[in-house]
C-alpha cells in the first residue's frame, strides 16, 4: 500500500438502504426549523423568504406538461401573546408540539433573540432531545390516518 493510502483510516462498513424513522422525523423537522430561520432573517432585515420548488403543469392550449418553479408559503410559527412578547411555537405537521411536559411555547422578548432561540430548538432537533414529543405527535397524526 502507498504512503497515501496508508495515512487515510480504512474500514469495511455496509452503506445504510434507509434511514430509521426517528432520524427521518429529525431531519423533518430541522428543515422546517430552518425555513423558519431563514423567514424570521428576512423579516428582520426587511426582506422576504419564499423557497421556490419545483411544479409540473398542464398548458391549457396545447396541452403540454412544463415544469415550473413556484414559491412555496412558510407559515410563521410565532406570533405576540397578550403581554407583547413573542411566543414560538414548535410544529409536527399541523400539531403543535410540547415542548416540555404542559408547555408549548417559548417566550422571546424581540426578533435578534426569537432567531437564536430558534437556532438553539434546531440544535435540540438535531440532537434528539425532542425524539419522545416527536414521536407522540406523529403517533397521534398516524392515527388520524388510521380507518
Not at 419564499?50 to 398548458?59: C, T
Not at 430558534?118 to 392515527?143: H, M
Request: net charge positive.
Amino acid at each position: 500500500m502507498s504512503a497515501v493510502l496508508s495515512s487515510l483510516k480504512l474500514v469495511n462498513v455496509k452503506r445504510p438502504t434507509e434511514m430509521p424513522p426517528v432520524q427521518i422525523r429529525r431531519n423533518k423537522l430541522s428543515n422546517k426549523l430552518y425555513q423558519q430561520i431563514q423567514l424570521a432573517t428576512a423579516m428582520r432585515d426587511g426582506n422576504t423568504y419564499a423557497p421556490k420548488r419545483m411544479r409540473s403543469v398542464r398548458d391549457r392550449h396545447t396541452g403540454e406538461i412544463k415544469t415550473i418553479e413556484m414559491p412555496v408559503r412558510v407559515r410563521q410559527w410565532w406570533f405576540t401573546s397578550d403581554n407583547g412578547k413573542i411566543c414560538i411555537q414548535l410544529k409536527y405537521g399541523s400539531n403543535t408540539l410540547d415542548i416540555a411536559k404542559g408547555k408549548n411555547s417559548v417566550e422571546v422578548s424581540n426578533n435578534e433573540e426569537l432567531i437564536k432561540v430558534l437556532d438553539v430548538l434546531k440544535s435540540a432537533v438535531e440532537a434528539g432531545e425532542l425524539d419522545a414529543q416527536i414521536e407522540q405527535t406523529a403517533d397521534s397524526v398516524k392515527t388520524r390516518f388510521a380507518k
